[in-house]
C-alpha cells in the first residue's frame, strides 16, 4: 500500500507540472518581466538592470534603472543561468520555476518524512502540491516556488540540527531571495539557543552557522557598498510609492524619494498607523480569509498623503470570489492556519511550531503596514500545511487517506483549470505590435506607455510609465529626450482614448499616430514625436 501511494504522489507531481504547462501563455506579472530583463542584461554584461524607468526625484532621473539594484539577486542570477543553459526565452523561465516548485515538493516530503512518518509526507506533498496559492506563483514565473524551495530546506537543516555550514549556506541564500526572511531569522536564532540550552548542540555549532550566513552574504554586501546601499538591507534606501486617485485607469507611478524608513516612520507615525490599519482591517486581512476586497488592481498598496483621495474600493461578488481562488487564500488555506494555531497547545514540537509560526506572522504584521500583498503569506500557509498534516493525519487510515486526496485534487484541479491564461486573441496582435515598435525605434529610444514591463522586455527598449497630466509628461520629455514614442496597450474597455483630456489632446497634436490596432476590446497604438 505504500509503495502505491508513493507512485500517487509521484504521478500527482508530474500530472501537475503538466497542468502548469498547459496553462502557461507567456510572461503576465510585471515582476516576472522585470526579473527576465535583469536576467537577460546580465548575461549581457549589464548587471541587475532593467529597461523600466520609474520616475523618481530629480536627484534620481537617469536611464539606470535604480530599484532594480535593490532587488534580492538569487532569482534574477537563477534565470540568467538557465538562459545560458536553454536560451532566452519565456519558457526558460517557467521551466527553471517549475523545476523549483518540483525541488520544493521533494523538501516537503524529506521534511515531513523526517518530523512524522511517510503517510504525513505523502499527504503533505499532494497537499501542498495542489495549493491554488504556489500553483498560481509558479505559474507566473515568478520567485515565490524558489523561496519555498530555499525556506523548507533551511526548516530541515534547523530541525535535524545536523550541518552547521549548509543551515547557514540556506538561510544567506533564502534571504538573497526574499529579504522579508529576515523577520525569521530570529526565531531561528532563538530555536538554536533552545537547542544548545538543552545540550543538543554546541557553541561551535551555533559559530558556523553564523559564520556560513555571513560568509555567503559578503559578495552582496560588498556590492551594496560600493552602489552606496546599506551592506545588509538594501530596502534601506527604499521609495514610498504614491498612487493618485486616478489609479489604475492611467497606471500612473509616483515615487518620493526615502533615504531612512526608520526616520519617515517616526516623523508621519501617524498616517503611517493609520494607513497601516486602514489597509490590514479592510484590505490584508479579510483577503488572507478569503473575504473582503479581492481586485488587488483597485486598491492603492502604499503609504500616500493625506491630501490625496483612496482609491475606490470594489468588493467582489460571489463569482469573483471563486474566479481568484488560485491567486487569494482559497477556504482550505484558512482551515490549515486554525489547527496549526491549535498544535501549539498539545503538540510536543510546540516549541518548533511557536518559533516558526510566530516568525512567519510577525512579518505578515509588519508588511501589512508597508507592502500588503498576499505573496507574504505563502510560506505561512504551506507550512501550516506541513504540521497539520503531520500532527492530525498522520495515523489516518490508507482508505480514508485515499478519500481525502480524491476529494482534495478534484477540488484543486477545478480550481486550477479556472485560472484566468492569456487569450491567443490578444497574444498574436500584442506580438506583432511589438515587433512593429522594435523595428521603427533604435536602442537609445525611451517609450511612454502603460504598460513598460511588457514592452521593455519584449522590444529591449527603454520603457517609462506612462504620465497622467501634460505637465508631467512635458516634464519627462525634458528629463528624458530620447522620449520621442508614446505606446498605448489596453486588453480591457478602456475610456482614456475615448475621452477628452489634456493630456489626449496634447499628444493628439505633437505626436503622429503610426500604429494603430482595434478589435473588441484590445486597443494598441504607437504615437511618435512630429
Known amino acids: 500500500m505504500r509503495k502505491k501511494f508513493v507512485y500517487l504522489a509521484t504521478a500527482v507531481l508530474i500530472f501537475m507540472t503538466l497542468c502548469i504547462f498547459f496553462k502557461y501563455s507567456g510572461l503576465r506579472v510585471q515582476d516576472g518581466y522585470d526579473y527576465a530583463q535583469m536576467a537577460r542584461n546580465i548575461n549581457d554584461g549589464n548587471f541587475f538592470h532593467s529597461h523600466v524607468i520609474i520616475p523618481l526625484t530629480v536627484e534620481k532621473q537617469t536611464t539606470s534603472n535604480n ?117 525569521l531569522l530570529p526565531s531561528f536564532a532563538i530555536y538554536l539557543l533552545v537547542k544548545y540550552k538543552r545540550k543538543d548542540i554546541n557553541k561551535a555549532f551555533i559559530l558556523k552557522v553564523a559564520m556560513a550566513f555571513f560568509i555567503t552574504l559578503s ?74 476586497p479581492l481586485h488587488t488592481q483597485n486598491i492603492p498598496r502604499y503609504f500616500f498623503p493625506k491630501s490625496l483621495e483612496f482609491a475606490e474600493l470594489k468588493t467582489a461578488t460571489w463569482g469573483d470570489f471563486f474566479r481568484v481562488q488560485s491567486r487569494q487564500f482559497s477556504l482550505h488555506a484558512l482551515v490549515f492556519i486554525v489547527a496549526a494555531f491549535s498544535l501549539l497547545f498539545y503538540s510536543k514540537k510546540r516549541i518548533f511550531y511557536a518559533l516558526i509560526i510566530m516568525g512567519i506572522l510577525l512579518q505578515v504584521l509588519v508588511l501589512s503596514f508597508v507592502h500588503p500583498v498576499m505573496r507574504h503569506c505563502i510560506p505561512f500557509v504551506l507550512l501550516c500545511t506541513v504540521f497539520v498534516c503531520g500532527e492530525y493525519l498522520q495515523k489516518i487510515s490508507w482508505g480514508k487517506l485515499r478519500l481525502m486526496i480524491a476529494v482534495f485534487v478534484t477540488f484543486s484541479f477545478v480550481v486550477m483549470m479556472g485560472t484566468r491564461s492569456a487569450s491567443p486573441a490578444w497574444q498574436q496582435p500584442t506580438q506583432q505590435s511589438m515587433d512593429f515598435v522594435k523595428s521603427s525605434t533604435q536602442e537609445t529610444d525611451c517609450i511612454a506607455t502603460n504598460v513598460p514591463f511588457e514592452l521593455s522586455w519584449r522590444t529591449q527598449r527603454f520603457a517609462l510609465w506612462l504620465p497622467v497630466t501634460v505637465e508631467d509628461y512635458q516634464f519627462l520629455e525634458k528629463a528624458y529626450p530620447n522620449c520621442r514614442y508614446f505606446y498605448y496597450h489596453s486588453r480591457k474597455n478602456n475610456a482614456w482614448l475615448n475621452t477628452s483630456s489634456p493630456l489626449k489632446e496634447y499628444l493628439q497634436n505633437n505626436y503622429q499616430l503610426i500604429y494603430q490596432y482595434e478589435k473588441g476590446s484590445l486597443l494598441i497604438y504607437f504615437f511618435r514625436k512630429k
Open 67 to 183: 530599484h532594480d539594484m535593490w532587488r534580492p539577486p538569487v532569482f534574477p542570477l537563477m534565470i540568467a543561468a538557465f538562459f545560458l543553459l536553454l536560451g532566452t526565452s519565456e519558457v526558460t523561465i517557467l521551466v527553471m520555476c517549475v523545476t523549483a516548485y518540483c525541488i520544493f515538493l521533494v523538501m516537503v516530503y524529506i521534511l515531513a518524512k523526517h518530523m512524522y512518518n511517510e503517510k504525513a509526507a505523502i499527504l503533505s506533498l499532494i497537499f501542498v502540491g495542489f495549493s491554488p496559492e504556489i500553483c498560481w506563483y509558479t505559474l507566473n514565473c515568478l520567485r515565490e516556488p524558489v523561496f519555498c524551495a530555499f525556506l523548507v530546506g533551511s526548516i530541515y537543516c534547523l530541525y535535524t540540527c545536523r550541518n552547521a555550514y549548509i543551515l547557514g549556506i540556506l538561510c544567506a541564500t533564502t534571504y538573497l531571495t526574499r529579504y522579508n526572511f529576515l523577520f
Open 219 to 292: 559578495p552582496w554586501c560588498v556590492r551594496n557598498i560600493s552602489c552606496g546601499l546599506s551592506p545588509f538591507f538594501t530596502l534601506q534606501r527604499y521609495e514610498v510609492s504614491l498612487f493618485t486617485k486616478d489609479y489604475p485607469h492611467y497606471t500612473v507611478y509616483r515615487h518620493v524619494h526615502v533615504p531612512q524608513p526608520l526616520e519617515y516612520t517616526v516623523n508621519n507615525h501617524d498616517d503611517v498607523l493609520e494607513k497601516g490599519l486602514y489597509y490590514s482591517a479592510l484590505y490584508y486581512w479579510p483577503q488572507a480569509l478569503g473575504i473582503g
